[in-house]
């Protein structure tokens, strides 16, 4: 049943990614995290976050901003990468906290409005950018921080995307060898459940960017913001627990 249920999940993660930018990490990380706690999730999931991210990149490849790209994106690898290696020495119950507080959060932003009322500037958005990416490496979501500075730049729709998914690339060739360097016999031990995560963003990243264009974009921010806080509340009890 958990395996279905993780296959399910990893669609619609990768469907909400396909559309919003991100949201691979905000939903399957907490999810894997009930089974196999927050540390070994965070490095499992930037797997199939990388092979979700590379297929939409490829996608969008030719409305990326190089100039964002390689100035953004490289405080954010920065960020990824000191995340990362923060991460190795955290405790399991410290990175629940920092994430399901980080989830209740982003969810707050989506239901207030204050998620699209968000913008930051001038250095403030490459600290953003070096902030995001850190909370990328250390607890696996970064997408909700990152976005809100790149709209600070004022991309263009496909640009905006197309952006953010090379940004979270950049963050993830920085994270991801740190977590195969220093938890490589924990992530293969669950390699079936990475498996199925994978299987299942590809196919939410293939075709739901058709499928979510349908419904109408408030009532889908609202549904996937009320969906995070549920997940954040939960995440919270159960490590205060």
Not at 41 to 60: C, K, N, Q, T
Not at 104 to 130: D, E, K, N, Y
Not at 146 to 161: C, I, K, M, Q, W
């Amino acid at each position: 049943m958990f395996s279905l249920l993780l296959f399910l999940v990893s669609i619609a993660a990768g469907s909400v990614a396909s559309v919003a930018g991100f949201g691979i990490g905000s939903l399957l990380t907490p999810f894997l995290a009930m089974s196999v706690g927050t540390k070994l999730a965070v490095a499992a999931i930037s797997i199939p976050h990388f092979i979700g991210a590379a297929i939409r990149f490829w996608g969008l490849r030719g409305h990326v901003d190089r100039h964002v790209l390689w100035s953004f994106g490289v405080t954010s690898a920065a960020g990824g990468l000191i995340g990362a290696l923060l991460q190795s020495r955290a405790a399991s119950r410290e990175l629940t906290i920092v994430f399901a507080l980080l989830l209740i959060f982003v969810g707050i932003s989506g239901l207030t409005g204050l998620a699209q009322r968000m913008r930051f500037h001038g250095p403030m958005a490459w600290i953003a950018g070096a902030v995001s990416g850190a909370f990328g490496g250390l607890v696996g979501n970064q997408g909700g921080i990152r976005s809100a500075a790149l709209l600070g730049f004022d991309l263009p729709r496909d640009t905006f995307v197309a952006t953010a998914t090379a940004i979270g690339l950049f963050v993830d060739g920085a994270r991801l060898p740190v977590y195969l360097a220093t938890e490589h016999a924990q992530v293969l031990g669950i390699w079936p459940m990475i498996a199925i995560a994978a299987a299942g963003v590809i196919v939410g990243t293939l075709f739901g960017t058709s499928l979510l264009k349908r419904i109408p974009e408030k009532p889908f921010r609202m549904l996937v913001s009320l969906l995070i806080l549920g997940l954040g509340i939960y995440m919270l009890v159960s490590a205060r627990s």
